[in-house]
């Protein structure tokens, strides 16, 4: 499987700023998707990140809040906008291939203060 | 639309038992896939086990095997010989095929499991 790195881990940002998360694949993938896991929650996909167009976002998150970009097949970034507390989260990239299968980053634990 | 039910918020087991986590699911697709992740307190997703709806015949991989039963809709993780390392959270999850357009994951909440000396 790809390896897969997610910048930074972890931050603390204050209220009102927006912090880019970017994740970095070792080869060349068809599929990236951004997933957000709440404290205590499960994970939730919050669009699919796809290369050269407009990402696809799931029922519930807005480009204006999360813009997502994929320059290439290796690389996207995900931007956590006009934070508030609510948005303390961990963030996922997972990244799929040939097969169906998806594979995740390590995750950035993101605090909103 | 899809929906993924894990029954069992903690369990516990010794040390070398087996134990059994279970997944139901709710879809009316012929053709999809089924996986298991397990996240250790390092938060990083690793891929437990992968079933394809097709097969008939149940994936193991290792101490890691599944009980997929399709007309029932279930898809249970059983680990035999549990080891310290297995202590994490599991996630059952949903997906269809990328072939139609949508590659989303569908995610049960999850089931501790905590081995224990």
């Known amino acids: 499987s790809a390896v897969i790195s997610q910048k930074p881990s972890r931050d603390i940002c204050q209220r009102g700023t927006s912090l880019t998360i970017q994740c970095q694949v070792d080869?060349?993938?068809?599929?990236m998707f951004w997933y957000r896991q709440q404290p205590g929650q499960s994970l939730t996909l919050i669009a699919t990140?796809?290369?050269?167009?407009?990402?696809?976002?799931e029922s519930g998150f807005v480009i204006d809040k999360f813009p997502i970009s994929r320059p290439n097949l290796t690389f996207s970034t995900l931007t956590v906008s006009n934070m508030s507390p609510e948005d303390s989260s961990i963030y996922l990239c997972?990244?799929?291939?040939?097969?169906?299968?998806?594979?995740f980053g390590p995750g950035t634990r993101l605090t909103v203060l | 639309a899809q929906t993924v039910t894990q029954s069992q918020p903690e369990m516990s087991v010794q040390e070398a038992e087996t134990v059994t986590l279970s997944c139901t699911y709710d879809t009316s697709e012929n053709n999809y896939y089924l996986f298991w992740y397990k996240q250790p307190p390092s938060r990083q997703m690793i891929l437990v086990i992968r079933q394809e709806a097709y097969k008939q015949q149940n994936a193991t991989e290792n101490r890691f095997s599944v009980n997929f039963q399709k007309a029932a809709k279930s898809f249970s993780l059983k680990i035999s010989d549990s080891q310290l390392g297995d202590t994490a959270m599991y996630f059952c999850?949903?997906?269809?095929?990328?072939?139609?357009?949508?590659?989303?994951?569908?995610f049960g909440q999850g089931t501790t499991l905590q081995v224990k000396p």
């Open positions: 080869s060349q993938v068809t599929m």
């Open positions: 999850a949903f997906m269809k095929p990328y072939s139609s357009n949508t590659g989303k994951l569908i």
């Open positions: 990140a796809n290369q050269g167009s407009e990402a696809t976002y």
């Open positions: 997972s990244v799929g291939g040939a097969t169906d299968t998806q594979y």
